[in-house]
């Protein structure tokens, strides 16, 4: 596949994490194809005790995508439509909420189809188009403390296919306290195996140390040309010497020297202009941005109508993807 957003593994990583299991829903015709992987999961109120479910794109990114096409988009997605909705009501699923992909653009194909909303921009670090792209993408200031960093001694190593993400486990933790993050954004070591066992080969660990302690870690997604960032740590007490800004700094001479074309870094926790992710992350690619689209679909309005009845919940049933969790409004939130 294009990129490992796609692939069933990627699904299977999130499985335990979103609370359901991975499926994936391929449509073929003389027009083309189209691949659908999602997340189908138990909503925890019955109707006449018949279980329904709900589907979602695994934390990330990802959607409906086509993958062939003979030209006429438009009618080979809502064909899929068609089909996906008789395989919705075959196996009961009531609605959905789908987080496209900003790199491979597929909320464009469909945003006649969902209701389709802009989130977010993302961040992207663009090293194809320049010979020195740390000179054309990152801003003077993140140079400047990258050059000061490397003075004073800071060192970094770059491994493909760690084997063992324990010292990295312990670094994340440390960082998502210090941040007062919410429990979702502590992985525990079960995520991590089996992120080695799904993606060794995809996993590539950066580590910063500074006078043989290493002060920061990132974790990592290389799929083909592709660099996704995952996730990162560093100790506090070395901030000065900017350990996050050399692991960025160590990963884009990495891709580039190994024909990557792009590494994309998410967006920020808000869709604010003044989010500080987002501001941090902008230090790393300046030229150019990509567009977060998430869609939502209610594909049985009877049984939504009814299950919402169930949870307690009245008013504006627009759209309550969440209503068996929190009984609140779906977030169209990625966590970054």
Same mark, same amino acid.
């Given at each position: 596949?294009?990129d490992?957003?796609f692939?069933e593994n990627?699904?299977?990583?999130?499985?335990?994490?979103?609370?359901? @299991? =991975?499926?994936?829903?391929?449509?073929?015709?003389?027009l083309?194809?189209v691949?659908?992987?999602?997340?189908?999961?138990k909503?925890?109120?019955?109707? /006449?005790?018949?279980?329904?479910?709900?589907?979602? @794109?695994p934390?990330g990114?990802?959607?409906?995508?086509?993958?062939?096409?003979?030209?006429?988009?438009g009618?080979? @997605?809502?064909?899929?439509?068609?089909?996906?909705?008789?395989y919705?009501?075959?196996?009961?699923?009531?609605?959905?909420?789908?987080?496209?992909?900003?790199?491979?653009? $597929?909320?464009?194909?469909?945003q006649e189809?969902?209701?389709?909303?802009f989130?977010?921009?993302?961040?992207?670090?663009?090293?194809?188009?320049?010979?020195?792209p740390?000179?054309?993408?990152?801003?003077?200031? =993140?140079?400047?403390?990258?050059?000061?960093?490397?003075?004073?001694?800071? @060192?970094?190593?770059?491994?493909?296919?760690?084997?063992?993400?324990?010292?990295?486990?312990?670094?994340?933790h440390?960082?998502?306290?210090?941040?007062?993050?919410?429990?979702?954004?502590?992985?525990?070591?079960?995520?991590?195996r089996? =992120?080695?066992?799904?993606?060794?080969? $995809?996993?590539?660990?950066?580590?910063?140390?500074?006078?043989?302690e290493?002060?920061g870690?990132s974790?990592?997604?290389?799929?083909?040309?592709?660099?996704h960032?995952?996730?990162t740590?560093?100790l506090?007490?070395?901030?000065?010497?900017?350990?996050?800004?050399?692991?960025?700094?160590?990963?884009?001479? %990495?891709?580039?020297?190994?024909?990557?074309?792009?590494?994309?870094?998410?967006?920020?926790?808000?869709?604010?202009?003044?989010?500080?992710?987002?501001?941090?992350?902008?230090?790393?690619?300046r $030229?150019?941005?990509r /567009?977060?689209?998430t869609?939502?679909?209610? %594909?049985n309005? /009877?049984?939504?109508?009814?299950? =919402?009845?169930?949870?307690?919940?009245?008013?504006?049933?627009d759209?309550?993807?969440?209503?068996?969790?929190?009984?609140?409004l779906?977030?169209?939130?990625?966590?970054?």
């Amino acid at each position: 596949m294009l990129d490992l957003y796609f692939e069933e593994n990627y699904g299977q990583l999130y499985e335990e994490i979103e609370g359901g @299991t =991975c499926e994936v829903f391929e449509f073929e015709s003389p027009l083309g194809k189209v691949r659908h992987l999602f997340l189908k999961r138990k909503i925890p109120y019955m109707i /006449q005790d018949e279980v329904f479910y709900d589907a979602v @794109t695994p934390y990330g990114y990802g959607g409906p995508l086509v993958v062939q096409s003979s030209g006429d988009k438009g009618q080979l @997605t809502a064909q899929f439509m068609t089909a996906f909705e008789e395989y919705c009501r075959q196996h009961k699923i009531v609605c959905e909420f789908v987080r496209f992909h900003p790199i491979f653009e $597929n909320a464009l194909d469909f945003q006649e189809r969902y209701q389709v909303d802009f989130n977010r921009n993302t961040i992207q670090t663009n090293l194809a188009d320049y010979d020195d792209p740390i000179l054309h993408e990152y801003s003077a200031s =993140c140079r400047r403390d990258i050059r000061h960093a490397l003075k004073e001694g800071v @060192t970094y190593e770059v491994i493909r296919n760690p084997s063992d993400l324990k010292p990295f486990i312990q670094i994340y933790h440390s960082t998502m306290k210090r941040n007062s993050a919410e429990s979702i954004y502590y992985y525990d070591e079960h995520y991590f195996r089996k =992120c080695i066992e799904l993606f060794g080969e $995809n996993l590539v660990l950066v580590e910063v140390s500074y006078q043989g302690e290493v002060i920061g870690r990132s974790l990592n997604f290389v799929w083909k040309n592709l660099i996704h960032a995952h996730l990162t740590g560093t100790l506090q007490e070395f901030h000065h010497l900017a350990p996050a800004y050399v692991q960025q700094y160590a990963l884009a001479l %990495w891709g580039k020297e190994n024909g990557i074309t792009l590494i994309h870094h998410g967006g920020g926790r808000t869709r604010e202009p003044d989010d500080k992710l987002y501001l941090f992350k902008k230090k790393f690619g300046r $030229n150019s941005e990509r /567009q977060y689209y998430t869609g939502r679909k209610i %594909w049985n309005e /009877q049984v939504y109508t009814q299950l =919402c009845e169930e949870a307690g919940i009245t008013g504006n049933l627009d759209f309550h993807a969440s209503f068996w969790r929190n009984l609140q409004l779906v977030t169209t939130e990625t966590k970054e």
